[in-house]
């Protein structure tokens, strides 16, 4: 939903939708679709592919052909993440100004395999790397003095922030642990000095509520980043807001 907003706000009017054709992906797209067309843009035509797809460049070329500004892409992470982005630019998709938009594709686990392919992707996501604030910094200093090799990601931080929210509710009963005041605690818990910026969860859907950045991939002293452009504050599931009305 915000990478919809973001890209109306733009003046990206029309776009064609590339899921993964899976639940994770078709909801991806029915909220894209949802949000983008409300938001008066149009959307050109909406493309499945099958999760087991090794070879996109059918489905790329579909894309160019499409008379869209943008493509927006929802992929499983890994192999199709990256077999996608080389189909996008070999086919010349980036060359004819057709703007990537997606979610976790440029995932820093996955980052620097993609090499300068990946230069200049648009995604939405809750989490860089290079997320500018001191819990960032800490956490990534604390995470590369623990391994070395460990990569700050959505998993890394999401695992960080868990355990968090259990020393703090461990802490407020004093050590002694009851179940049932532990989700009263967690139903109502907020940090708002997470890695990723300030999270809380939302006691009616219990839920996390977050920022949403939208970042660009960019080469900075040698090593593939995303960088944030803009920030979404405190995004709600809006599956579940639509759901609870």
Request: proline letters at 6%.
């Amino acid at each position: 939903v915000p990478m919809a907003q973001w890209a109306a706000k733009n003046n990206i009017k029309k776009v064609v939708t590339a899921v993964t054709d899976y639940g994770p992906g078709i909801d991806a797209e029915t909220a894209w679709k949802s949000e983008f067309t409300k938001q008066g843009g149009t959307v050109v035509e909406s493309i499945r592919m099958p999760i087991a797809t090794t070879d996109f460049s059918p489905f790329v070329q579909r894309i160019k052909a499409s008379g869209a500004q943008a493509v927006y892409t929802f992929l499983p992470g890994g192999p199709p993440n990256l077999g996608f982005v080389k189909a996008y630019n070999e086919n010349g998709l980036a060359k004819a100004g057709i703007q990537f938009l997606g979610t976790a594709e440029t995932d820093e686990f996955d980052l620097q395999k993609f090499g300068d392919s990946a230069l200049g992707l648009t995604t939405a996501f809750h989490y860089s790397a290079v997320h500018e604030s001191p819990a960032n910094k800490a956490f990534v200093d604390a995470l590369k003095k623990k391994d070395p090799n460990a990569i700050a990601n959505y998993a890394s931080v999401g695992a960080w922030d868990g355990m968090q929210a259990i020393c703090d509710v461990v802490a407020a009963q004093g050590g002694k642990v009851d179940g049932d005041k532990t989700m009263l605690l967690l139903r109502g818990w907020k940090n708002p000095n997470s890695p990723r910026g300030p999270i809380e969860i939302d006691p009616r859907t219990r839920d996390i509520v977050q920022n949403e950045y939208v970042r660009e991939t960019k080469r900075v002293g040698g090593i593939m980043k995303n960088v944030e452009l803009e920030t979404f504050p405190m995004v709600k599931d809006p599956w579940k807001e639509f759901s609870q009305k």
